[in-house]
């Protein structure tokens, strides 16, 4: 039953980072609209996560973690709006690096990774079940 307990930590480990990247992705949506509001200010700016293996030394196997949360360093848009309290001497206001489009693609391989493992966690737990109820 070892095996199928360390499954279901490694599955449960991968939800958790996946749960971590769709809260990234949902404030990215939520401020894909965000620019600044003074002349020379900056707009949200998008994030991005990254992924490690840490080694787990009591069960010895690979988890996956969030390694950092970092900014993406893309370029702002500008869009010339002379009228907008946060634009330039130019005219330009400068707004957010993120597209919906990307944001909405990480969301559903999110999902879908974060269901796979989910999945890994029912199996465990059914063949966990079967194997103790034919021991019984």
Same mark, same amino acid.
């Given at each position: 039953?070892?095996?199928?307990?360390?499954?279901?930590?490694?599955? /449960?480990? &991968?939800? #958790?980072? *996946?749960?971590?990247?769709?809260? /990234?992705? %949902?404030?990215?949506l939520?401020? @894909?609209? %965000?620019?600044?509001?003074?002349? &020379?200010?900056? =707009? $949200?700016? +998008?994030?991005? /996560?990254?992924?490690?293996?840490?080694?787990?030394?009591? @069960?010895?196997?690979?988890?996956?973690?969030?390694?950092?949360i970092?900014?993406?360093?893309?370029?702002?848009? +500008?869009? $010339?709006? =002379?009228?907008? =309290? &946060?634009?330039?001497?130019? &005219?330009?206001?400068?707004?957010?690096?993120?597209? =919906?489009?990307?944001?909405?693609?990480?969301?559903? !391989?999110? *999902? +879908?990774? $974060?269901?796979?493992?989910?999945?890994?966690?029912?199996? @465990? #737990? !059914?063949?966990? @079940?079967r194997?103790?109820?034919?021991? *019984?």
């Open positions: 039953m070892g095996d199928l307990s360390l499954s279901t930590d490694i599955a /449960v480990a &991968g939800m #958790k980072a *996946q749960a971590k990247r769709l809260r /990234v992705v %949902s404030e990215n939520a401020n @894909s609209d %965000s620019v600044a509001q003074t002349p &020379g200010g900056k =707009p $949200y700016q +998008r994030q991005l /996560v990254t992924f490690k293996n840490v080694l787990d030394k009591e @069960s010895g196997v690979d988890l996956v973690k969030v390694d950092k970092t900014k993406d360093k893309s370029e702002f848009e +500008r869009k $010339y709006d =002379p009228n907008h =309290p &946060g634009a330039d001497a130019d &005219g330009y206001v400068l707004h957010p690096n993120v597209n =919906p489009l990307i944001e909405v693609m990480d969301m559903k !391989e999110a *999902q +879908r990774t $974060y269901e796979a493992n989910l999945n890994v966690v029912k199996v @465990s #737990k !059914e063949m966990m @079940s194997t103790i109820d034919m021991l *019984q």
